[in-house]
T-cell receptor, first 112, second 119 residues
Framework: DAKTTQPPSMDCAEGRAANLPCNHS???????VYWYRQIHSQGPQYIIH???NNETNEMASLIITEDRKSSTLILPHATLRDTAVYYC?????????????FGKGTTLSVSS | GAVVSQHPSWVICKSGTSVKIECRSL??????MFWYRQFPKQSLMLMAT?????????EQGVEKDKFLINHASLTLSTLTVTSAHPEDSSFYIC???????????????FGEGSWLTVV
């Protein structure tokens, strides 16, 4: 079973920031928080991951609470092409044989 | 980021025949690859873990004799659906872990997926 909880759906206006929450209250000390998204009929696309500190890359920012029990993915200026299912996954980072286990994710709909 | 490529992107086969899907890591070596299946409007479901040079590890409920996995090299894993039936029609996705990722925590990258339709 997935170890994260996400809202099933969210809406966002184009050009605004999209803030996608994720609860992972049972996260272990060696587990990272990963975010992927899946656009219809494509394989999941890696977005960002982090352990304790906030992270930022060209796609998004990841804010992890101090107790690590929840996080928020931020898309600073959402576009129509950001419409997708967003998955928050926790997984140990250094175990090569460990697969990512997907929950139901959040369907983000960006509209003009 | 690293690239994982699948082939074919889509395939139609007759019931009772076998079909092979290839998964390649294009710019990194992967001792472990993962195979998923996804039905319409559902999430990805892990089928098996493919280990280079050894047998695959299958998830509970996945028939190993029906879904043959071979990981003969560090850049290639194949999934063969044997004696395919219409209920095997699905979106099959592979992934591989790139252990070179900087900053701690290695990253898993996914292929584009392969649509299988069994008629």
């Amino acid at each position: 079973d997935a170890k994260t909880t996400q809202p099933p759906s969210m809406d966002c206006a184009e050009g605004r920031a999209a803030n996608l929450p994720c609860n992972h209250s049972t996260i272990s000390g060696n587990e990272y928080v990963y975010w992927y998204r899946q656009i219809h009929s494509q394989g999941p696309q890696y977005i960002i991951h982090g352990l304790k500190n906030n992270e930022t890359n060209e796609m998004a920012s990841l804010i992890i609470t101090e107790d690590r029990k929840s996080s928020t993915l931020i898309l600073p200026h959402a576009t129509l092409r950001d419409t997708a299912v967003y998955y928050c996954i926790v997984s140990p980072s250094n175990q090569a044989g460990t697969a990512l286990i997907f929950g139901k994710g959040t369907t983000l709909s960006v509209s003009s | 980021g690293a690239v994982v490529s699948q082939h074919p992107s889509w395939v139609i086969c007759k019931s009772g025949t076998s079909v092979k899907i290839e998964c390649r890591s294009l710019d990194f070596q992967a001792t472990t690859m993962f195979w998923y299946r996804q039905f319409p409007k559902q999430s990805l479901m892990l089928m098996a873990t493919s280990n280079e040079g050894s047998k695959a590890t299958y998830e509970q409920g996945v028939e190993k004799d029906k879904f043959l996995i071979n990981h003969a090299s560090l850049t290639l894993s194949t999934l063969t659906v044997t004696s395919a039936h219409p209920e095997d029609s699905s979106f099959y996705i592979c992934s591989a872990r790139d252990i070179r990722a900087p900053g701690g925590g290695n990253t898993i990258y996914f292929g584009e997926g392969s649509w299988l339709t069994v008629v």
